[in-house]
């Protein structure tokens, strides 16, 4: 008997091999830990793909990651921006103001930090952030196809208690 089931589950594993390599499901985290005080990230949260859902893209000069859980109760999004005439590219960028999801462009780089659960969703309007893009790869029709970013984001004032945070993306 127990030939048998091992040999099931050689099977079973390597159909799962074949599956997962088959589907190539982009590998994608986003994680924050933040300071007692910090808003509208507070605590600490990590969502990791394929269990949860971690999503990179851009529109209007802003780099969007969207993570969420499965349920989509228990969700963050964060926008990156260059300045006004420049594409995002790979590099640190300090002193980013708010830039609201309809904003244009600032002379500065942009900001923008959201935080949903069951009981409703946050965001601050007055963002101060320094992030910085280690990588950043566009396909041939200029999708995100690989983002890594950490970013350090403070609500109200440069003394305000901060969050930090990761996103890795690989798509």
């Known amino acids: 008997m127990r030939r048998v089931l091992f040999v099931v589950g050689v099977a079973v594993a390597v159909a799962g091999v074949?599956?997962?390599?088959?589907?190539?499901?982009?590998?994608?985290?986003?994680?924050?830990?933040?300071e007692a005080g910090a808003t509208p990230l507070s605590?600490?949260?990590?969502?990791?793909?394929?269990?949860?859902e971690v999503g990179v893209w851009e529109s209007g000069g802003a780099v969007k990651v969207d993570a969420s859980?499965?349920?989509?109760?228990?969700?963050a999004r964060v926008e990156l921006s260059a300045p006004a005439g420049e594409q995002l590219h790979e590099g640190t960028y300090v002193g980013a103001r708010h830039r609201g999801q309809a904003d244009p462009?600032?002379?500065?780089?942009?900001?923008?930090?959201?935080?949903?659960?069951?009981?409703?969703?946050?965001?601050?309007?007055?963002?101060?952030?320094?992030?910085?893009?280690?990588?950043?790869?566009?396909?041939?029709?200029?999708?995100?196809?690989?983002?890594?970013?950490?970013?350090?984001?403070?609500?109200?004032?440069?003394?305000a208690p901060a969050a930090?945070?990761?996103v890795h993306f690989h798509g």
């Open 105 to 159: 462009q600032l002379d500065s780089p942009g900001f923008f930090v959201a935080r949903g659960t069951r009981s409703g969703a946050l965001g601050c309007i007055d963002d101060q952030a320094d992030f910085t893009i280690s990588q950043l790869t566009r396909a041939g029709d200029g999708s995100i196809v690989d983002l890594e970013a950490t970013f350090v984001e403070r609500c109200g004032g440069p003394d």
């Open 43 to 52: 605590g600490s949260a990590r969502w990791v793909a394929p269990a949860d």
């Open 164 to 166: 930090t945070g990761e």
């Open 69 to 75: 859980s499965a349920d989509g109760w228990d969700w």
């Open 18 to 34: 074949g599956a997962t390599s088959a589907s190539a499901a982009p590998v994608g985290e986003f994680a924050y830990a933040a």
